[in-house]
């Protein structure tokens, strides 16, 4: 089982960076892919970006591709999510979320079987 914990959220202006950081504890990160997700009010969980196990594959919405960009470091157990150019419509609780199928990436929210507690982006405009 694995516990996940992201970090890194908070208000920024918009055209602004923010870093997001989703650290993993317990076994089988490292075989696992990790999606990022958000939350809007009122709004219905959206996915944002993903990571195969290995990195080799990567997978972006289309609201995030070009400013957004998703890594992993398995030593660490932490996946990031780098989020530039942020718009006031970015703003969100963001969440990590593990797949136990590495490879190939998924979108859906049903296929993630651990999930982080969230951490709030506010962009201001």
């Known amino acids: 089982q694995v516990q996940l914990v992201e970090s890194g959220g908070g208000l920024v202006q918009a055209g602004g960076s923010l870093r997001l950081s989703c650290a993993a504890s317990?076994?089988?990160?490292?075989?696992?892919?990790i999606g990022w997700f958000r939350q809007a009010p009122g709004k219905e969980r959206e996915f944002v970006a993903a990571i195969s196990w290995s990195a080799s594959d990567t997978d972006y919405s289309d609201s995030v591709k070009v400013r957004f960009t998703i890594s992993r470091d398995n030593a660490k157990k932490t996946v990031y999510l780098q989020m530039n150019s942020l718009k006031p419509e970015d703003t969100a609780v963001y969440y990590c979320a593990a797949d136990k199928i590495g490879w190939p990436i998924r979108r859906q929210n049903d296929n993630y079987s651990y999930w982080g507690q969230g951490t709030q982006v506010t962009v201001s405009s």
């Open positions: 317990g076994r089988g990160f490292s075989s696992y892919a």
